[in-house]
């Protein structure tokens, strides 16, 4: 029986107020209550933070205007490799 566990995320964000980028990585903590609700704790650094929508503040221009993307937005179309789904060439 579990307690509860903790999952690590990178949320992208982007200043819509000077076109910043970045990324911040955070720990989610998921813990059922026994009664069938979960609350998911967030910490950054170990310490509880607001969830990633929430905290939004440009860190380079302070603007509070900022976009919050899906995890893994930013990393993905990055893959400019061409092997997408390749070969399924392996034993018969
Ligand atoms: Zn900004």
Known sequence: MQDGFDAREIWPFQCLSCRHIWEAEYVVRHRG????????????????VQPPWAESHCPDCDAFSIAVFPIGYLT?????????????????
């Open 33 to 48: 209550d026994g009664h069938g609700n979960e609350t998911d704790l967030w910490l950054r650094n170990g310490v509880p």
């Open 76 to 92: 993905r179309p990055q893959r400019s490799g061409v092997h997408a789904g390749g070969d399924a060439d392996s034993l018969a």
